[in-house]
């Protein structure tokens, strides 16, 4: 493979207009429409004259139809001509060539109290949670839900390699005007060991509906979601998906969840 047809290969995008001496924020781009990135990636910027190269962090995403590439405020000591090439630095091409996102999706329904609840002995499977802890805390990464019995530990979803955790998205609907909060807990199981154990909140979400229309928690479905984590699991370690109210007990609280899992491709 000749070095242009590698470069090929790895171009987000191409500078169409010569850039100017200065401090910017943006420069324009014909995008091939192949590949993308994200806001608050570094990408780096390559004069095709000189071969020097420039990171920059995005400020929007970069997508197919993108004119312009906008990004932090950046000093460039040379004018960057058009026909320059804008690529993935190589730590973001190696994490998003070897790594993909893992779906994991269920569901729950029982009375809403504001200590944290949890499945029952059957797991995941049955809808109905009835394990009630004494545990109220949102605290991420501090924050825990107390002595879970090693018959709640043995049904929780364990990850076989080490993973990602990113977070949660979850849909919830509630009988009353009652706010409802989704977590994960994770922990890891004394393995051959009759003993209890403590899992730590590891996301966090309560339903949110100031998007509106309407400001009522009651009979439609509400938005809760953590997405933002990076929390390493490792082959083992268990995640005890929960939920509580968060301004009253009572009311019916019936919640879709999808968790989301980052995983590695194996060598």
């Known amino acids: 493979m000749s070095l242009q047809q590698y470069l090929n290969n790895k171009v987000l995008a191409t500078i169409s207009v010569t ?17 993308m990135a994200n806001s608050g990636d570094v990408v780096t910027i390559i004069h095709k004259g000189t071969g020097r190269e420039y990171d920059v962090t995005l ?11 906008e990004f932090s405020s950046t000093t460039f ?10 690529i993935d630095k190589k730590n973001t091409f190696y994490e998003r060539n070897r790594s993909s996102l893992q779906f994991i999706t269920f569901s729950s329904q029982v009375a809403a109290t504001q200590n944290w609840k949890t499945f029952s002995s059957s797991g995941i499977s049955n809808h109905t949670w009835n394990t009630e802890t004494s545990d109220t805390g949102t605290t991420v ?5 107390t002595g879970i019995s090693t018959a709640i530990q043995s049904v929780g979803i364990v990850v076989p ?13 509630r009988v009353g005007n009652f706010q409802t909060a989704v977590g994960l807990f994770c922990g ?17 979400g309560a339903a ?3 998007a509106g229309p309407d400001s009522n928690y009651s009979q439609r479905p509400v938005k809760a979601e953590d997405l933002t984590r ?8 268990v995640i005890l998906p929960a939920f509580n109210s968060v301004t009253n007990d009572g009311g019916n609280a019936r919640i879709s969840y999808t968790i989301v899992l980052k995983t590695y491709k194996l060598l």
Do not use: H, K
Not at 188 to 203: E, G, I, K, S, V
Not at 230 to 237: H, N, P, R
């Open 19 to 35: 850039t100017l001496t200065d401090t910017i924020t943006s420069v324009s781009i014909f995008a091939p429409g192949l590949l």
């Open 59 to 69: 400020t929007t995403d970069l997508t197919s139809t993108s004119t312009r590439l």
């Open 77 to 86: 000591d040379t004018p960057i001509p058009e026909g320059s090439i804008i």
């Open 141 to 145: 990464g501090t924050s825990q839900i």
């Open 161 to 173: 390699f080490d993973c990602t955790l990113i977070g949660f998205r979850a849909t919830t609907y």
């Open 188 to 204: 890891t199981p004394q393995y051959n060991d009759n003993a209890t154990q403590d899992f730590t909140l590891r996301a966090y």
């Open 208 to 210: 949110d509906n100031s």
């Open 230 to 237: 990076s929390f390493s699991l490792s082959a083992g370690d």
